[in-house]
């Protein structure tokens, strides 16, 4: 038995000394976690049973605490070697989307090194991504999970510790975990990670000091979207967004691209929230995108577009760099809810076919230039987008041909991880496939 397998069953743990009883009885030496505590200890039944969910197998114990003294670094072990390595060349790419000082990728491994909850973090995210490109073994991943989990866990009732930008930056990387497990379907359920919403809301408001918090922060509120969108819902009541500069004053590349994602998760609010729904809160959404869009840097015009040929589907669009694409993909998903839940639609009467007709060919062009960006770039982040529009509006697609093209784009993100094997099914369902064909 390797030594993996023997931390991996290690959990279970039942702290007897010298051996716990499983590793005695199993012959193993008993391998522990370092015996460090946290600075402030608490009680985690205080905890809200909707926002995390303790693992069953991970029993009572002293917690390590935040932060060490000898950092790991540079580190000994090959397997958690290649994990950070992944972990830099493969997913901080897809958090540093919007950051050109790229804090995933050149700031975080290195707090990591005397930060354990990031550490596992890191690892576990990189662990599930292999276990989904490459075959690794997945109870790698559900490891180093819980492991950072039973870090974290007590820390959601310590008011400085949900101040610390790293174990944000924890929770945003387990979050990422999550993307890569939950299935691309609004009916999938999202698991234990609602955590991250506390540490958000903890430093929304110091967020515009910038560094790694507000990377965190801008990278949370995108997979907040992301599961939004996914699920019909609003995004989280805790996220306040009063300090985003939402202004359409000249900016920068990213704050520009941020500034549509912010309008995106306000659209969510209208479309899917408790406030108002007024057709005037409405045109006000619509008018933003439309000002956005007018006003947008030269940079995110693309240097390339194409239209579609007659055996073509989707429009080749080259965009100037990953921050105007995420900035322009954000645009149309925020189209694509805005057309969708438009109350200029007509509920009875002549015209509401017509109307109805409307709003889907310009939900479903939005999505076949969603799909355009994402296939002409062949940037990751952007076939998540791409999925994301195809699992909302892909059921408005009739043509045979034009949903066998939609399938090769969900193919595209699950060759890159992403868990697209429901949408598949649901959508080959509604668009009245033979059951032969579902598979």
Same mark, same amino acid.
């Given at each position: ?15 007897h000394r ?5 590793c005695?009885?199993r ?39 935040? @932060?060490?003294?000898?950092?790991q ?7 958690q ?5 992944? @972990? ?12 050109l ?21 890191i ?15 997945a ?7 819980s ?5 974290l ?7 400085a ?20 497990? &939950? ?5 999938? %359920? ?13 430093q929304?408001r &110091? ?5 790694l ?47 549509m ?9 209208y479309?899917?929230?408790?406030? /108002?729904?007024s057709?005037?809160? #409405?045109?006000?959404?619509?008018q @933003?995108?439309?000002?956005?869009? %007018? #006003? ?7 240097? #390339? ?5 007659d ?19 954000? #645009? ?9 839940? &438009? ?10 076919? %017509?109307a ?5 060919? /310009? ?11 994402a ?6 982040? @952007?076939?998540?987008?791409a ?30 991880a ?17 059951e032969? &064909?579902l598979d």
């Open positions: 038995m390797g030594a993996q397998e023997q931390t991996y069953r290690h959990l279970k743990c039942d702290e010298p051996k716990c009883s499983r005695e009885k012959e193993l030496e008993c391998i522990r976690g370092v015996n460090i505590r946290f600075r402030h200890e608490l009680n985690p039944r205080n905890l809200q049973a909707d926002i995390l969910d303790v693992p069953a197998d991970v029993p009572p114990q002293v917690p390590p605490q935040i @932060y060490i003294e000898n950092p670094w540079p580190l000994r072990d090959l397997e070697a290649k994990l950070m390595r992944h @972990y830099i060349d493969n997913i901080a790419p897809f958090l540093d989307l919007c950051d000082k790229r804090h995933f990728a050149l700031v975080v491994p290195h707090r990591a090194a005397s930060c354990p909850p990031l550490l596992n973090a690892f576990a995210a990189s662990a599930r991504h292999l276990s989904r490109v490459a075959g690794a073994e109870w790698i991943a559900d490891n180093y999970h492991e950072c989990l039973t870090s866990i007590p820390l959601l009732n310590d008011s510790a949900l101040k610390d930008e790293n174990l944000l930056a924890a929770m945003i990387i387990l979050r990422q975990h999550e993307e890569f497990e &939950s299935p691309h379907s609004g009916t999938g %359920a999202q698991s234990h990670l609602l955590g991250t919403h506390i540490f958000m809301g903890a929304e &110091s967020a515009v000091s910038g560094g918090r507000r990377a965190a922060f801008w990278v949370g509120l995108r997979m907040e979207l992301f599961f939004a969108f996914l699920n019909s819902r609003s995004i989280h009541p805790s996220l306040e967004l009063c300090n985003v500069d939402r202004s359409l004053d000249p900016a920068d590349d990213c704050k520009w691209a941020n500034r994602v912010a309008h995106c998760a306000e659209a969510l609010r479309c899917f929230g408790d406030g /108002e729904h057709v005037g809160k #409405y045109m006000d959404l619509v @933003y995108c439309s000002d956005w869009m %007018a #006003y947008k840097p030269p940079s995110f015009t693309p240097i #390339y577009y194409k239209v579609p040929a055996d073509e589907l989707f429009p080749e669009i080259w965009m100037n760099g990953q921050v105007a694409g995420t900035g322009m993909l954000h #645009y149309r998903l925020t189209k694509i809810l805005l057309t969708a839940h &438009s109350p200029k639609i007509p509920r009875l009467g002549p015209g509401q076919r %017509a109805l007709h409307e709003a889907d060919e /310009e939900i479903k062009n939005d999505v076949l230039t969603i799909c355009g960006i296939q002409s770039n062949e940037c990751p982040p @952007y076939f998540v987008k999925c994301m529009a195809i699992t909302l509006a892909g059921d408005k697609f009739t043509v045979r041909r034009e949903q066998e093209a939609l399938l090769r784009v969900m193919q595209r993100g699950s060759e890159l992403w868990p697209t094997m429901t949408t598949v099914r649901d959508l080959k369902k509604a668009w009245g496939w033979q032969e &064909s």
